[in-house]
T-cell receptor, first 114, second 113 residues
């Protein structure tokens, strides 16, 4: 059974700092991996999607990497801003099973202090 | 297209009442998913539709839960005889397929009192 773990559970940094969020998964047989952002009481906003054949994806100040063989992904946020404060969720789509459902980690709650 | 819409945004209900939530996916997306998220946890899969067919249901989906997607468009999730343990955020997502990634709605926050 695929399990996704995100470390740390919470992170507090001063504005302007570069930071890395970690995601690990137990089964490397995945279709792809997606990073989401969730603001309190809100739905999920997609940040980056990495296919299993890719190593990284970039969008603005965000860069996500994928090492499928070791079961790891990182989300790098450059020059953090208070508006980046949110919970960041990592999810994989296992190859096994036909529904292509997402399997989520518990998230990392990020606070960027002004 | 304005994305995935969910209604209502918030629902407070008394224990034992029935509630129904609605999800309108992105119009061209044939796949629709329901997830449940409790405080401090990641979303957990509940059920999946491809067009109008419900193809998978999680063991989390007890017999008090039922979901439909008539005509392969919007979907409804009904909970009968609600319990306090049903209090959660119910999220809907749609996609053309995993390759394209998933788009989520804003969710319905259910509170059972």
């Amino acid at each position: 059974k695929q399990e996704v773990t995100q470390i740390p559970a919470a992170l507090s940094v001063p504005e302007g700092e570069n930071l890395v969020l970690n995601c690990s998964f137990t089964d490397s047989a995945i279709y792809n991996l997606q990073w989401f952002r969730q603001d309190p009481g809100k739905g999920l906003t997609s940040l980056l999607l990495i296919q299993s054949s890719q190593r990284e994806q970039t969008s603005g100040r965000l860069n996500a990497s994928l090492d499928k063989s070791s079961g790891r992904s990182t989300l790098y946020i450059a020059a953090s801003q208070p508006g980046d404060s949110a919970t960041y969720l990592c999810a994989v789509v296992p190859l096994q099973g036909g529904s292509e459902k997402l399997v989520f980690g518990k998230g990392t709650k990020l606070t960027v202090n002004p | 297209d304005t994305g995935v819409s969910q209604d209502p945004r918030h629902k407070i209900t008394k224990r034992g009442q029935n509630v129904t939530f609605r999800c309108d996916p992105i119009s061209e997306h044939n796949r629709l998913y329901w997830y449940r998220q409790t405080l401090g946890q990641g979303p957990e899969f509940l059920t999946y539709f491809q067009n109008e067919a419900q193809l998978e249901k999680s063991r989390l989906l007890s017999d008090r839960f039922s979901a439909e997607r008539p005509k392969g468009s919007f979907s409804t999730l009904e909970i009968q005889r609600t319990e306090q343990g049903d209090s959660a955020m119910y999220l809907c997502a749609s996609t053309l397929g995993a390759y394209y990634g998933y788009t989520f709605g804003s969710g319905t926050r259910l509170t059972v009192v």
